[in-house]
Structures are given as structure tokens and as C-alpha cells.
């Protein structure tokens, strides 16, 4: 018989402040997906991710900052113990320390999904950048692969309309 998982929230966090990592998956099935994530030092793109999404805050606040249809940026604040509901398509843009964690809830991504990584031009507010994933395992930590080819190209830092140059920071 199938075994259900149970998980304590505080290990987890604790093993990935122990290891500097950022993702700790829960499970992967096909409906449901369960991560706790450490906040990073640096976040500036906006993911869009084919999936709802629900974030609570185990430990810290989260500003996510997000996007609305008209393309605004807006800043939702979730304290330390709350929880926010993200409907799939929304870009979004979870910012919190790295001493402060996450449970997110997704659902694994189906055949032909993708997920995208926006940048926008911190200057004129154009689109930098897309880097477009196909996420088969969120162990292997996309937003980290994301950040690496950003920020390994100047050409996809540089906005097309303005010149301003986004620098690289470490993530
Ligand atoms: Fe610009």
C-alpha cells in the first residue's frame, strides 16, 4: 500500500539552512507537488509558472512581487504564518531573506508545459529577458539554472529599448 508522506516543516527548513541549499522537495506526483524554499539574497525575475501555486510563510515574510494583466508590478506582503493562493499564468516574483522559509504547493507539470523567467529593464520597465524551462524535477532547482544564464550574458541583461544594463549579482 502506498505509504503517505508526513513531513515536518521545521527539519526540513533547518537541513536546508544547514546545507546553503534553496529547494528541500516534499513529493512530486502528477496533481500535487511540495516544496519548502530559503529565501535568496537576490530575486529579481518574475516566474510564470503553468501551474496555481499556494505559498505559506513557515518562518518570515515574503513581498511577492508580482504583475497584474495590465503589466504593473504590485507588492503583496505575506507574513510569517499566512498564506496566499497564486492562479497559474500570474508572473510572479517571491522575494524574502534566507533565513526565512516557504512551503509552496504546485502540481507537477504536464506534457508539453512550460515554465517562463521574466526580467524586466529596471530603467524604462521593458522586458529584458525570457529564459523558457521544461521542468520534469524541481530538485534540479530551475530558478538557480535561470539566474546562471542571466546573468552569464551580458547581451540578455542589456535592455533593447533603453541601453541600461541590469549587473550581475550573485544568487
Ligand atoms: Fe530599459
Redesign the pocket.
Known amino acids: 500500500m502506498f505509504t503517505m508522506p508526513i513531513v515536518n516543516l521545521l527539519d526540513r527548513a533547518q537541513r536546508l539552512a544547514e546545507t546553503g541549499k534553496h529547494v528541500n522537495v516534499l513529493w512530486q506526483y502528477p496533481d500535487s507537488l511540495m516544496f519548502i524554499a530559503r529565501g535568496r539574497e537576490y530575486r529579481s525575475e518574475f516566474h510564470v509558472n503553468p501551474s496555481d501555486e499556494t505559498m505559506y510563510m513557515i518562518k518570515g515574510e515574503m513581498r511577492l512581487h508580482y504583475r497584474t494583466s495590465e503589466g504593473k508590478e504590485e507588492i503583496a506582503t505575506i507574513p510569517e504564518g499566512s498564506v496566499i493562493y497564486t492562479p497559474a499564468g500570474t508572473p510572479h516574483s517571491p522575494r524574502f531573506p534566507t533565513d526565512a522559509f516557504a512551503l509552496i504547493s504546485e502540481r507537477t507539470r504536464r506534457e508539453g508545459e512550460v515554465d517562463r523567467f521574466h526580467w524586466y ?1 529596471p ?4 522586458l ?1 529577458h525570457e529564459e523558457v524551462f521544461i521542468v520534469r524535477d524541481y530538485a534540479e532547482d530551475p530558478v538557480s539554472r535561470a539566474y546562471q544564464r542571466f546573468f552569464g550574458n551580458e547581451d540578455f541583461r542589456t ?1 533593447k ?4 544594463v541590469m549587473p550581475a549579482v550573485a544568487s
Open positions: 529593464c530603467k524604462c520597465d521593458a529584458l535592455c529599448k533603453c541601453g541600461e
